[in-house]
């Protein structure tokens, strides 16, 4: 018959209803604005993560170099799952942000050919991207006279995605390379951290270790509350006799 070992019962106990408090906690919206342990990290790391992606100051010094570089491409503005008028909308979105940046562009069908200065079409797209990173949704609102601030700053990434994929198919892989490099750095990351503050690592740098180091002996804690109750009534692992 397992001897109990009350000691270790009660420490087992003590901790495993610690951590059941502790998680209570976590789940509670006690962490400003009714966010919870979890969302307030999530937001935290989010906004970190934001601080160490901007890359366009560094985006427009390449995108200089093909300033007055003469580019055309034909792309296709139609999608598999398009109902009827679908085309048309996005065909007229997709000029909306275009044809301020200079682009010439006619429409034929469902297909596109657009034409331009590539230099002036990245800082055209780069401004925006600037203005979403730094949460200035007004800016592009009043530049395009569009309500929707996200999805005609989205129309960047889809005139990119496919003018990507039209280049590197003529070969044009320099200027695809560009348009690619603009699209995923700026473009993506302005409208995927759109509203989130950006904040440096080094000014979070002692509250990221503090959660890092939580979560590490938080794990632990429980799995020394399963090992002391373990302990407390006689079972135990052993190595197997051969």
């Known amino acids: ?6 000691t270790s019962i009660s420490i087992g ?11 209570i906690l976590i789940f509670s919206p006690v962490f400003g604005n009714g966010r919870n342990g979890l969302t307030y990290a ?13 890359f366009i100051p560094e985006l427009q010094k390449n995108a200089d170099k093909f300033k007055g570089q003469a580019f055309s491409v034909k792309i296709s503005a139609a999608k598999a799952e398009d109902k009827p008028g679908d085309t048309e909308k996005r065909i007229e979105n997709l000029s909306k942000v275009l044809t301020p940046a200079g682009a010439r562009i006619e429409v034929s069908g469902t297909d596109m050919k657009i034409e331009g200065d590539l230099g002036a079409i990245l800082a055209s797209a780069l401004q925006d991207s600037d203005a979403m990173y730094k949460n200035q ?34 070969g044009k892989i320099e200027q695809a390379k560009i348009i690619s490099d603009v699209s995923k750095k700026a473009v993506e990351t302005a409208y995927n951290y759109y509203k989130v503050d950006a904040v440096q690592v080094k000014e979070k740098a002692v509250l990221m270790t503090a959660l890092l180091v939580f979560y590490v002996v938080y794990t632990m804690w429980w799995g020394f509350a399963i090992y002391f109750l373990f302990d407390g009534v006689g079972l135990s692992m052993s190595k197997a006799k051969h």
Do not use: C, P
């Open 1 to 6: 018959m397992a001897t109990i070992n009350k």
């Open 13 to 23: 106990a003590l901790l495993a209803a610690s951590f059941l408090g502790v998680l």
């Open 42 to 54: 999530d937001d935290m790391f989010n906004s970190l993560s934001k601080g160490s992606s901007y």
């Open 137 to 170: 949704g007004e800016a592009i609102k009043t530049r395009y006279s569009f309500d929707d601030e996200k999805k005609i700053f989205r129309q960047w990434h889809n005139a990119f995605s496919a003018m990507d994929k039209a280049l590197k198919k003529d």
